[in-house]
């Protein structure tokens, strides 16, 4: 049954493995959420070193982290931490569910999202090991901390948060700031173009309303 986002928190703090991860939807909520006062972090479990085709992880991993930072500006999001874990080799391992803790411990979120955890996006769509691995990191790690609650972006999720069209233009243009990387991986489609088709799949409901979706995968525990 269609839900709607809780509203009674004040700071949010998105964890995923990549940069661009928080772009692919959700981030036209967090640009209403902090258009109404609220704080939203990120902190990605890598730089998306291993993201571009052709090249090398040293001069990707600077890029890709630029990318996010002005990214992650254009939708009101000031903080953002690389925790510098391999990308495409990440793994639900002691030290990443340290690092999560710590990431917790430091910026006391209320509310937690982290990415898709479900095998596949849709039949024959499989996610990414890097997506599920961390993803499950983020909920085991949770387990000790049920006064927060957890989401996970998903694109047919059941919680909604309805966006406006000013928060649907930033999320394109946030998108749109991974310029590099969106240029490498389709480079017959210009980068706006290939932003604002990416945001309309995830935003546009059947009866042409906007909304971000997202699902639950704990409440806060009641005091
Ligand atoms: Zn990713």
């Excluded at 990549?18 to 890598?46: C, F, L, Q």
Aim: contains cysteine.
């Amino acid at each position: 049954m269609a839900t709607p986002f809780p509203t009674d928190w004040r700071t949010a703090l998105v964890l995923v493995p990549h940069p661009d991860d928080a772009e692919y939807g959700m981030s036209a909520a967090v640009n209403r959420w902090t258009r109404e006062g609220k704080a939203v972090i990120y902190v990605m479990a890598t730089s998306g070193e291993a993201g571009i085709a052709g090249m090398e992880p040293e001069e990707c991993g600077p890029i890709r982290e630029a990318e996010q930072l002005r990214s992650a500006a254009v939708v009101g999001v000031h903080t953002v931490d690389f925790l510098h874990f391999p990308d495409g080799k990440l793994t639900n391992d002691a030290s990443m569910r340290a690092a999560i803790d710590h990431a917790l411990e430091r910026h006391q979120p209320e509310v937690v999202i982290t990415i898709f955890t479900g095998e596949q996006y849709a039949p024959g769509v499989p996610n990414q090991s890097d997506h599920i691995m961390f993803g499950q990191a983020v909920n085991e790690t949770m387990k000790a901390h049920d006064d927060l609650w957890l989401f996970e972006t998903a694109p047919s999720g059941e919680i909604f948060v309805d966006v406006t069209d000013e928060d649907v233009e930033a999320a394109v243009a946030a998108l749109a700031e991974h310029e590099q990387y969106l240029r490498v991986l389709d480079p017959d489609t210009p980068v706006i173009e290939q932003a604002r088709n990416q945001v309309n799949m995830s935003t546009l409901a059947a009866d042409g309303s906007r909304r971000s979706t997202f699902i639950l995968r704990r409440e806060r525990a009641t005091i």
